[in-house]
């Protein structure tokens, strides 16, 4: 057979496979010695048992091992690295290096975050060929996978330990509330939390903390009590340059504050907490009537913050 029939023979494969959810690939491999097919794999549906990478199934298919290093590997999408894997040593990169093949055809590039062209790189690295399926036969891939690239492609992000409309909370905890929540695939450094009253926004200063393998939390401070909306963003370089300048100016306006307390302190001024308060918020809200083009909602939640005890 032809580099093209069995890069056609992998996608067939692929398109037998019956994944139980979105985020789970369609993918086949084929392992070819001579143009002659020596193992095939195709990706399990994703319910545990089931759910090996087409890679590795084709390669325990082999039964003349070998014969590896005189093999071609076609595998419609970009075999997997070690660190989308729970176990390292199990990732089709690794298992494809051990086999110690000569080359190998790649269909599309994985689209998750966490591999994308690692895999391409790492067997490069190995010294093993690398080729690209061509265009044609990369798209019928692409088309076939079109709800798995959806998924790899947004956050995923979910607000999950509050309900809408729920009463938290924060008079005993420093004004602070701490928002949890899952995610598809791990946000980075520009994802921030909002919270929003009526078209005032005020970015939150704490960054979006990773507390497991799917997993988020993010601590939200309230300046006061009654509706707020909080809300989980991703913001592009214009939104993140918006949103490192207010926490500027809050940390400014902060340290400006503590330096007239001081100068107050003792001064014989009668209300000193009502001369502070004249000064105005040290957190002043952005007045936006809706987020602006360089900011991305993920998610949001109304929600109630209770009023302090009289
Ligand atoms: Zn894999």
């Known amino acids: ?46 319910e545990s048992r089931d759910d090996d990478h087409a890679e590795k199934v084709a390669l325990k298919g082999v039964v003349d091992r070998k014969q590896l290093p005189r093999a071609t590997v076609y595998t419609t999408l970009e075999p997997c690295t070690p660190e989308v894997r729970s176990e390292p040593l199990d990732c089709c990169t690794e298992l494809i290096r051990q086999a110690e093949v000569k080359r190998v055809f790649i269909g599309i590039l994985d689209p998750n975050q966490g591999v994308r062209g690692k895999g391409l790189w790492e067997l490069q690295s190995r010294g093993i060929e690398v080729e690209l399926f ?20 947004t956050l995923g992000i979910r607000i999950t330990n509050v309900q809408p409309g729920q009463t938290i909370r924060t008079c005993d905890k420093g004004g602070v509330f701490e928002f949890e929540g899952t995610f598809l695939n791990p946000p980075g450094d520009d994802v921030f939390a909002l919270t929003n009253i009526g078209g005032q926004w005020w970015p939150q200063p704490y960054p979006l903390r990773l507390t497991a393998n799917d997993t988020w939390s993010v601590k939200v401070h309230f300046g006061g009590s009654g509706p707020h909306t909080v809300c989980i963003v991703r913001a592009n370089e214009l939104g993140a340059g918006l949103i ?42 952005i007045e936006m009537g809706k987020l602006p083009k360089g900011i991305e909602l993920l998610d949001q939640v109304n929600i109630l913050v209770e009023n302090p005890p009289k």
């Open 134 to 153: 061509p265009p044609e036969l990369a798209k019928k891939i692409r088309v076939l996978n079109d709800k798995f690239i959806r998924v790899q492609q």
């Open 244 to 285: 490192r300048y207010y926490r500027k100016i809050g940390a400014l306006n902060r340290k400006a504050r503590d330096l007239v307390k001081e100068v107050i302190r003792g001064s014989g001024l009668e209300d000193e907490e009502a001369f502070l308060r004249s000064l105005g918020s040290v957190y002043p809200g």
């Open 1 to 46: 057979m032809t580099d093209e029939e069995l890069m056609k023979e992998a996608i067939s494969l692929a398109e037998h496979c019956k994944p139980i959810a979105d985020r789970i690939p369609k993918v086949g491999a084929v392992i070819a010695v001579d143009g002659i097919i020596v193992g095939k794999g195709q990706r399990g549906t994703g």
